[in-house]
T-cell receptor
């Protein structure tokens, strides 16, 4: 399944399928990007980050892709599990400013 | 290692009352941030402390909000008087010195305080 971020804040996928969550960021000066996962009743939890000098970074079951040309960020989750159900936020950071600018978030629901 | 903690977890107050939120960052983290998410909106930055100094308070909505970090450890965020539009979830995050983190810092978030102003 695939989302388009702000225009589709909910994404439902079957357990075991791959998920792709998209995010369009706003500032071409941003040079650090992070994906956070927020489960109900909890704060945002760091998943993976990427610097602007990279276009891909892989973690455990997750991959982040960065396309600076179109200011687009995506999070790929392989073989989704029930525990992946959460709201996923992308955030951007501008060197020297340190504050994070968050996207609206996408709710990922895993169907059994 | 304990994570970022926040107190209280929930607060329900009436318009015009005062509420004080507390954040305890991860031990050794000099950077402390406050963010909030109002209903249906994205998480937005409020301010950033480096130790006890306010580094950036550009996100503070108005002078009803006062943040302090005396001694450079825990921080408080006071809302006085509270208004209906202040309802939301207030998050605190902390990070270590970027120079120790190779130039970038990961911000670790607390569980948030859910504030409801009636």
């Amino acid at each position: 399944g695939e989302s388009v971020g702000l225009h589709l804040p909910t994404l439902s996928v079957q357990e075991g399928d791959n998920s792709i969550i998209n995010c369009a960021y706003s500032n071409s000066a941003s040079d650090y990007f992070i994906w956070y996962k927020q489960e109900s009743g909890k704060g945002p939890q760091f998943i993976i980050d990427i610097r602007s000098n990279m276009d891909k970074r892989q973690g455990q079951r997750v991959t982040v892709l960065l396309n600076k040309t179109v200011k687009h960020l995506s999070l790929q989750i392989a073989a989704t599990q029930p525990g992946d159900s959460a709201v996923y936020f992308c955030a951007e950071n501008i060197w020297g400013a340190q504050k994070l600018v968050f996207g609206q978030g996408t709710r990922l629901t895993i169907n059994p | 290692e304990a994570g970022v903690t926040q107190f209280p977890s929930h607060s329900v107050i009436e318009k015009g009352q005062t509420v004080t939120l507390r954040c305890d960052p991860i031990s050794g983290h000099d950077n402390l941030y406050w963010y909030r998410r109002v209903m249906g909106k994205e998480i937005k930055f409020l301010l950033h402390f480096v130790k006890e100094s306010k580094q950036d308070e550009s996100g503070m909505p108005n002078n009803r909000f006062l943040a302090e970090r005396t001694g450079g450890t825990y921080s408080t965020l006071k809302v006085q008087p509270a208004e209906l539009e202040d309802s939301g979830v207030y998050f605190c995050a902390s990070s270590q010195d970027p120079r120790l983190a190779g130039g970038q810092e990961t911000q670790y978030f607390g569980p948030g305080t859910r504030l409801l102003v009636l």
